[in-house]
Nanobody
């Protein structure tokens, strides 16, 4: 499956963004789908994921501001980010896995999109 993230941009602190991940090549219904981000000089960080069952899970620190959703009919996934903060500035990636769900390490997600830049100004 090929993934392409989009929806990033420059926003002011306190604003919201809805990131999208479009999949092609294969239906995503059987995959677990996740969102990660990577800020300059930092490791790639898990944010949220949606299992192929529809269950979702989040990194504990961002549960209140992030909402993940998936639409298997459209082969897409979204990440809604509210109350954006300057520290949210990063490249955001979507990823897919056909293995176990409820994993958070990047290496457990073999398929990756190219990422979309989110920049939050104060």
């Amino acid at each position: 499956v090929q993934l392409q993230a989009s929806g990033g941009g420059l926003v002011q602190a306190g604003g919201s963004l809805r990131l999208s991940c479009a999949a092609s090549g294969r239906a995503v219904s059987s995959y677990h789908m996740g969102w990660f981000r990577q800020a300059p000089g930092k490791e790639r960080e898990f944010l949220a994921a949606a299992c192929n069952s529809g269950n979702t899970y989040y990194t504990e620190s961002e549960m209140a501001r992030f909402t993940i959703s998936r639409d298997n009919r459209k082969n897409t996934m979204h990440l809604q980010i509210d109350n954006l903060k300057p520290e949210d500035t990063a490249v955001y990636y979507c990823a897919a896995s056909s293995g176990r769900c409820y994993v958070t390490t990047p290496s457990r997600f073999p398929q990756w999109g190219q990422g979309t830049q989110v920049t939050v100004s104060s």
